[in-house]
């Protein structure tokens, strides 16, 4: 079945540093991958997503790449700042009319 | 964009009770889906509707049930609520390009 896996559950970073958040998926579809973020007490917004082959997409500072020949849609920053302390949740919608996918979520707390 | 209301935000109930979770779009978009966060464990899936009384079950139905009568509607019920039906549950709809999400209601069973 359909699978999105984020391999890490808690980034800590000092502010001004780059940040990358793994993301891979399963699916034998082609896909639609998203990155969103959730404030606390927040229901999730869309940051990004993409459904081209190397093509980056940008927004607010964060880009991302689909990569089909290794499965991945990873999230980076060059340089984040305080208020980019969230969770960040990787999301696979297959073409074939199923259910919406999420990893588990990546927090990241960026500190002074 | 669509619009996903959810109602009530903030729900008490005490184990035993029935729940009652409610969900509105303004588009009249076909499919629409229930989600449960957890911490550590994402958005897991409860259950799909493809439309109006076309409802297929996630991966964690158990304990839930749902109804759609309008497709402007979707409703998710709890008969009997457990403490681990503890949660926020938000509702989502869209296309396959984009997916919009409720803002959330947090239910606490005692």
């Known amino acids: 079945g359909d699978s999105v896996t984020q391999t890490e559950g808690l980034v800590t970073l000092t502010k001004g540093l780059p940040v990358m958040l793994n993301c891979t998926y399963q699916t034998t579809y082609s896909p639609f991958l998203f990155w969103y973020v959730q404030h606390l007490n927040e229901a999730p917004k869309l940051l990004l997503k993409s459904s081209t082959d190397n093509k980056r997409t940008e927004h607010q500072g964060f880009y991302a790449t689909l990569h089909k020949s290794s499965s991945s849609f990873h999230l980076q920053k060059s340089s984040v700042q305080l208020s980019d302390s969230a969770l960040y949740f990787c999301a696979l919608t297959p073409n074939n009319n199923n259910a919406p996918r999420f990893g588990a979520g990546t927090k990241l707390s960026v500190k002074p | 964009d669509m619009k996903v209301t959810q109602m009530p935000r903030y729900l008490i109930k005490r184990m035993g009770e029935n729940v009652l979770l409610e969900c509105g779009q303004d588009m009249s978009h076909e499919t629409m889906y229930w989600y449960r966060q957890d911490p550590g464990l994402g958005l897991q899936l409860i259950y799909i509707?493809?439309?109006?009384?076309?409802?297929s079950e996630g991966d964690i139905p158990k304990g839930y049930r749902v109804s759609r009568k309008k497709r402007e509607h979707f409703s998710l019920i709890l008969d009997s609520a457990k403490t681990n039906q503890t949660s926020v549950y938000f509702c989502v709809g869209g296309p396959y390009a984009e997916q919009f999400f409720g803002p959330g209601t947090r239910l606490t069973v005692l």
């Open positions: 509707s493809y439309d109006v009384d076309s409802n």
